[in-house]
């Protein structure tokens, strides 16, 4: 089974608007900590934002939010008022317990229309 | 965030050479480094776990004799590929604990 789940293979989003990019997890470890990450045309790979299993609050980082809703081992990406230059795959990650490896989902490719 | 870097960043070898690539944190010190590859519209798949010191854990499917990892220090890493061949080419990305991963910039190899 897969660990991490991104359902949307590619958006397409007009410029300014609000995007929501899809993130379910599955792990039976009640210690984890879940990532998103940006990789842009050139390759790098950008952190973004992470939320601990025990967080208590949805992590925000500037425009990113992580709506985080535990019960639905659910960990959406949210870019508030996104960007020409937000277009870029966008990868869900998860780390279990006392684990260093991280395990990323398949991404999804935001297009940002101007 | 943290400074990883890599290098080459890409090269292009002929089948059967070995290529080597380097993976530095500038700016701190990981006694714990991933490697990962990644094709064309795919995800990364971790290769392996370098850790400094000693010998590098490798994931299932991957072949530690033809991908050999060396983490001779803190601060460096190196993968080589032995043997390429075309199917070896890929993106190869290596990542710092440091905390969260900070990933260096990728190498792009190609074998002709």
């Known amino acids: 089974a897969q660990k991490i789940t991104q359902t949307q293979p590619g958006m397409f989003v007009q410029e300014k608007e609000a995007v929501t990019l899809d993130c379910t997890y599955d792990t039976s470890d009640p210690s984890y900590g879940l990532f998103w990450y940006k990789q842009p045309s050139s390759g790098e790979m950008i952190f973004l934002i992470y939320q601990g299993s025990y967080d208590q609050q949805n992590a925000t980082e500037g425009r990113y939010s992580l709506n985080f809703q535990k019960a639905r081992k659910s960990a959406n990406l949210v870019i508030s008022a996104s960007q020409l230059g937000d277009s870029a795959m966008y990868f869900c990650a998860m780390r279990e317990g006392g684990d260093d490896k991280i395990i990323f989902g398949k991404g999804t490719r935001l297009h940002i229309l101007p | 965030g943290a400074v990883v870097s890599q290098h080459p960043s890409r090269v292009i070898c002929k089948s059967g050479t070995s290529v080597k690539i380097e993976c530095r944190s500038l700016d701190f010190q990981a006694t714990t480094m991933f490697w990962y590859r990644q094709f064309p519209k795919q995800s990364l798949m971790l290769m392996a776990t370098s850790n400094e010191g000693s010998k590098a854990t490798y994931e299932q499917g991957v072949e530690k004799d033809k991908f050999l990892i060396n983490h001779a220090s803190l601060t460096l890493s190196t993968l080589t590929v032995t043997s390429a061949h075309p199917e070896d080419s890929s993106f190869y990305i290596c990542?710092?604990?440091?905390?969260?991963?900070?990933f260096g910039p990728g190498t792009r190899l190609l074998v002709l």
């Open positions: 990542s710092c604990q440091r905390g969260t991963q900070y």
